[in-house]
């Protein structure tokens, strides 16, 4: 019953701009950390940047720190990654995971306990 649901990626050329959306159902996004991963093709799931809901402090990986920015929206059950300056090496498969407790750039993938089904990201030279 609980899923979450990823949107707003597409095609973009280097320099250019997204939005991704998260949107939760089955649950309060507001009582969960949420974090951003990435997949590129033969490439390992990696982190990009993670939300806490207790203190909401915020984190990101040195790859998109000061191009990303992750935010959300409690009352419509959201979680935003806004992606500015982006790099053709930032095509990927865009995740949304939420997990019940406190996380960091270390927390492993398996400890989040909901995810999204993923939106592609592909930015061009």
């Known amino acids: 019953e609980a899923q979450l649901v990823e949107s707003g990626g597409g095609l973009v050329q280097a320099g250019g701009s997204l939005r991704l959306s998260c949107v939760a159902s089955g649950f309060t996004l507001a009582d969960y950390a949420i974090g951003w991963f990435r997949q590129a093709p033969g490439k390992e799931r990696e982190v990009v940047s993670c939300?806490?809901?207790?203190?909401?402090?915020?984190f990101y990986s040195d790859s998109v720190k000061g191009r990303f920015t992750i935010s959300r929206d409690n009352a419509k059950n959201t979680v935003f990654l806004q992606m500015d300056a982006l790099k053709p090496e930032d095509t990927a498969v865009y995740y949304c995971?939420?997990?019940?407790?406190?996380?960091?750039?270390?927390?492993?993938?398996?400890?989040?306990?909901?995810w999204g089904q993923g939106t592609q990201v592909a930015v061009s030279s």
């Open positions: 995971a939420a997990h019940e407790y406190w996380v960091d750039l270390i927390s492993s993938w398996e400890e989040y306990d909901v």
């Open positions: 939300i806490n809901s207790r203190d909401g402090t915020t």
